[in-house]
């Protein structure tokens, strides 16, 4: 194939600790696309294994994600379908994936986000809290002052703030 007939890339959704939470829609794409482009290869490679798959794979974090750029274009070129995962959850929402996504749009690249788990929606849905409005603020800063300063911005503002934290995390059945 030619750049006559792209490819495309998937944005793929991925569970949060329990593999069997991947859609069926999302275990299709990632059977039918020619490579994978993981945050982590070794945390992406258990879940292709759980589906039997044995695909190539690139990684793609926050210290290569514009390296890489120029060889998944080149791939989507070719004709190829790329998945892009990340350890937990969707893409692009406090993971990898940004960079890509607004470089290959800019190529205009046809991309397809894949639905599924949301770390911050699923945490809202069980934190018994109103959740008609809120402000989804990423991780909190990592030095005492700065996240000292951003949950008292929150508090200031009288809204209902969403910081990620990173883990620990424990995934239950």
Not at 20 to 36: E, P, Y
Not at 97 to 122: K, S
């Amino acid at each position: 194939m030619t750049d006559d007939n792209p490819g495309t890339l998937y944005v793929v959704a991925t569970p949060i600790g329990n593999l069997d939470d991947l859609t069926a829609r999302a275990a299709r794409v990632l059977a039918q696309v020619s490579r994978v482009a993981a945050e982590d290869t070794r945390h992406s490679g258990r879940l292709l294994a759980h589906l039997g798959l044995n695909k190539p794979m690139l990684s793609l974090h926050e210290h290569n994600e514009a390296r890489r750029v120029d060889t998944l274009d080149s791939y989507l070129a070719a004709g190829e379908d790329i998945a892009l995962i990340s350890d937990a959850g969707t893409p692009l929402i406090s993971d990898p994936g940004f960079v890509l996504v607004r470089e290959l749009r800019a190529r205009n690249r046809h991309i397809v986000p894949i639905p599924g788990p949301c770390a911050l929606i699923t945490a809202l849905s069980g934190a018994g809290m109103p959740t008609d409005r809120f402000v989804f603020a990423g991780f909190l800063p990592a030095k005492p002052g700065a996240r000292r300063q951003a949950l008292e911005g929150g508090k200031a503002a009288k809204r209902r703030w969403c910081f990620m934290n990173p883990p620990p995390y424990r995934a239950h059945p």
